[in-house]
């Protein structure tokens, strides 16, 4: 039985994670906040036998195993690093951090330690995503032309913080949606962007950041990847679409927290809807992380996973204030 501190008493960990655990047996000792009020508060809601707002203090307890980092983004440094340092295995929210360096030096951190460290890019986790990898992997829609994301969504008002004001917290569409895109990306077709173009603004709701990015990937095997996000677009809805040389896959309201959409294809001999798995995304994500931290293959997105995302991201950024094509530096 794993033992679990979270750090950060936040709504991903409210809304997802808590369950998440203990859906997979893990236990919940502890929950770290600025805040000890705050902490005990969210100890009180979820049962959780201990709280406080002392890091050091919480990873001396030799009973933790494993920390969950859900703090809003500037923190996730320091924190991975003290609990890497304390011999804590680290299941990190993305994006990782703010910088290339930084999200680098956490998993390189985790990996001389022997610890397992993972991003929680939880798209990677949905069967809805997974459906969408294997039909592109059996060929059933030939060579890979192109791929669009959609990913314009409405930021609800109780998350219209930190993301859409504080640029210091690491607020922004990119950082906060972009990175998810790529890693859908990365996964799907199993490449790397490697430059990319891009343009942002900021729609109504971004103040000092941006709130809409729209951008376009270039892939090694010469696909095109086409992404767009966005805090302020209530009925957009979502999803992804691939391109192929036999048949185009049409994913909809499939970039979301929760096991629901739809998948057609299309070829020459017609439609068809295709069934997927509908398992909880942040459950598989834990499971994923318990059998790694047993032994047993790898968590679903991993320290890598998360720092490649993030590379894209910046990129993305990058392009969008300088308006000329960046190449994605992935870092060593
Ligand atoms: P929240 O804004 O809910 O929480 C982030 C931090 O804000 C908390 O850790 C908390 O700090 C602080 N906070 C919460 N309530 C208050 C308050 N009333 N006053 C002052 N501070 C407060 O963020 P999210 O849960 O939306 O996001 C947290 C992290 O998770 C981010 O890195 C985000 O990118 C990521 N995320 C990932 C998702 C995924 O699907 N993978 C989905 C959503 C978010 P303290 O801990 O000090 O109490």
Redesign the pocket.
Known sequence: RMRWAL???????RQ?MVGAIRAQHGEISHV????AE??RAFADEHRIPRSGNDLKELLSDLHIDAVYI????EK?LQQALAAVKAGKHVLC???LALTLDDASAMVRAAREAGLVFAT???LRCSGSHRAVRGLIASGRIGRVLSLRLHHAVFLPPH?Q???INSPDA?GGVI??ITV?DADVARFLLGEDPISVVAQMTSSGLGEGVEDSAMSVWTMPSGAMVMSHESFTHPFAGSGLEVHGTEGSIFARDVMT?NPIGSIELVTSSGREVIGFDQHDLYGESIRRFHAAVAGEGEPAATGLDGVKSLAVALAVREAAVRGVRIDVKYGD
């Open positions: 750090i950060g008493a936040s709504t991903i960990a997802y770290l906040s600025a805040s705050r902490a859900s703090t809003t983004n996730h929210e993305k994006p929680n890019h939880h998350l913080g930190w993301r690491g950082p906060d998810h927290q």
